[in-house]
């Protein structure tokens, strides 16, 4: 399966929905979007661009993972203060996220 991300137009090919997902994409099923393991979700679902980040990669290079320097939306782009913030917001919902997934990965089949 071949997907396209809706904010930043990177295309990759996956074997299925496992495969993309695992590779840190959102894509159908369970999400109603698509988006690239790099371009937050936020940006399709909320209209919160990150267009000074596209332009960023047009001189630098698309970045080969996600970093809040390089990938944020427009309002934390600039502002290393937020970016400081939302780096402390995010360790906290990794933490959240991965004790999900363990228990997710523990439960046993039905």
């Given at each position: ?52 980040a596209h332009a ?55």
């Open positions: 399966m071949k997907l396209k991300c809706q904010c930043c137009g990177f295309e990759q090919e996956f074997a299925n929905a496992e495969e993309a997902f695992q590779a840190g994409w959102d894509a159908p099923p369970p999400f109603s979007y698509v988006a690239c393991s790099i371009c937050p979700g936020v940006c399709v679902v909320m209209g919160a661009g990150h267009t000074k960023c990669w047009a001189q630098e290079g698309r970045p080969a993972e996600f970093t809040l320097e390089k990938c944020a939306t427009d309002d934390d782009f600039d502002d290393p203060g937020r970016i400081e913030k939302a780096k402390t917001s995010m360790g906290v919902l990794d933490r959240i996220f991965s004790k999900f997934a363990e228990r997710r990965d523990n439960q046993k089949p039905n």
